[in-house]
């Protein structure tokens, strides 16, 4: 099994985080970023299968020069490779025109399945699995909490409102997935050491052949405005349980007519 | 005035609310249409409650090829009928399907889409909440319609019944649309609980609820308040609770009248999930847990004692 595996690098969401006054993208330089965290479990869905059926795992990103920190991360897990997809005329690509430069370099890279989280946690959009499926003509498992891989047929467990869905297609698919679908495993110090030896392979657009025109703010299919601090929520009324704080309670929810 | 087509989203119980906050948000931008996507007969069962809400027209797509597939059969209608009809916007829920239809819509008319909106204007402003809801965003659609998706409880729906006229459309999925197959459906169980994204009431336990058999004094408080219940992810990495019912970062984003943490700390990953709603109390026996800095109403203590107590009281009242 050839996979790739999506991995996006995003402000940390434990920290504060915001978006540039000047031109409304994500301030990188203010956060400490990270991996987005659901791909690590796309990662290691990704090593489970090479390690229990063959084959070899790439990494693949798109972001700033700056995202190589967490290419190394991800390589330290143990994926053998990574492309990394980096070019100045990306700053403020929307959705749609990253999908199609991912879409371009997954092109040249042969995958039977595509990994990646269900949804980042900067941008939360939870479009790009779709929107590459559609692009590649290929299907799409989204939302997975379990993943089976039989010979060419992939089965997943589709996470519902409602329960589950069984969902299943052949190779090639892309397939996205929940932090409930496995626990990822820590980066061994050997891991680390290899890490900073294995193949990262830089991608300029020129390289996907995918015009500037298309990317970045100049294509972008859509604009942010404006962005506004929502203020913070002042804390309210604190009262100490004293034996009565369940019908203390209850006399709040009565005055704001709950009950 | 061109027509706005709503996606329709049901559950066993009917027209989810926040199809018909769509419906009312599209009454300020022209003709609601509401688009029902499902298996034969679908459409029968919630026409009454489209045409209470708005709806001027139903579209029905119904073919065993639309349940019988993910997604991209319904996108592709979607495409199709945008195509002819030429609407004035898409309008869809913010939820995990209705996004990824609005993301095969957006490629197959090579189109912008916004996501996680609270606000849609005439002019096709949208509001969107970002970052854990510390951020509001104004944005644009700048190529092609308007194809936005609206977070569930963004709005009050408002009745305005209409007589709608059904149109049947055919559904013609290409090879590409059948690639993903749903061989089979599975209910876990809630009971009768509203659903935890459109609820007006919430509460939610954490892992100061201790064990999966306690959080049934979650349940019952839910209960008694006609509430959904959530749970943090220590409660859920821990297994006192399913992982559909998280609230936060990673789990589900919802904005209710009323939220009740129970034994929840109130990191800042859970409150990305939970920041934005109405009212907010908390049960934590840590008087310096980060949850009381956002609660309307706080009582420091034990939730072993004050839940019951609360629970008690609520019944007393009735
Ligand atoms: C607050 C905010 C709101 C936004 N809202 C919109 C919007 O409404 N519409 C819009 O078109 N754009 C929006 N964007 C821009 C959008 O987030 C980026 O274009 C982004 O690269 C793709 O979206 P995502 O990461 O949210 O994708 P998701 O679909 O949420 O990500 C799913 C997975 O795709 C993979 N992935 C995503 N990006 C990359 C990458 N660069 N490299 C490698 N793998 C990746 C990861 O595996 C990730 O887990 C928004 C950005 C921010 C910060
Ligand atoms: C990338 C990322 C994503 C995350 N996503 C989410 C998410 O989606 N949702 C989420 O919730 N978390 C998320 N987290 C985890 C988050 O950081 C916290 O670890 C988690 O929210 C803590 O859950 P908790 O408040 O239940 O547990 P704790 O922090 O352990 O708090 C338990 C609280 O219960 C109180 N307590 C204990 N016993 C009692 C009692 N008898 N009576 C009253 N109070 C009591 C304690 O005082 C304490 O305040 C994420 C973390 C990361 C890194």
Redesign the pocket.
Known sequence: MNIVVLVKQVPD??AERSLRADDNTVDRGAASNVIN?MDEYAIEEALKITEAHGGEVTVLTMGPAGASDSIRKALSMGPAKAVHIVDDALRGSCAVSTSKVIAAALGGLNADIILCGSES?DGRVQVLPHMLAERLGVAALTGARKLTVDGSTLTIERQTDEGYEVVTASTPAVVSVWDTINEPRYPSFKGIMAAKKKPVDTKSLADLGVDASEVGFAGATSTVLDHAQRPPRSAGQKVVDEGDGGVKLVEYLATEKFV | MAEVLVVVEAAASGVKKVTLELLTLAREIGTPAAVVLGGPGAAEALTARLAEYGAEKIYAAESEEIDGYLVAPKATVVAELVKRVSPAAVLLASTQEGKEIAARLAIKLDNGVLTDAVGLDADGTATQVAFAGATIVKSKVTRGLPIVALRPNSLTPVPAPASPSVESLTVTATESDKLAKVVERVAEQKGARPELSEASVVVSG???V?SADNFKLVEELADLLGGAVGA????VDSGFYPHQF??????KTVSPQLYIA?????????R??MQTSKTIVA????TE?P?FELADYGVV????KVVPQAADEIRKRR
Not at chain 2, 246 to 251: A, F, I, P
Not at chain 2, 262 to 270: D, E, R, T
Not at chain 2, 301 to 304: H, P, R, S, T
């Open positions: 969401s434990g965290e946690t | 954490g892992r100061g201790a943090s992810r220590a409660a998280q609230v936060g970062q990673t789990g129970l034994g929840i700390s109130g990191a800042i990953q859970h990305a999930g049960v934590n026996k840590d847990a949850i203590g034990d939730l072993n």
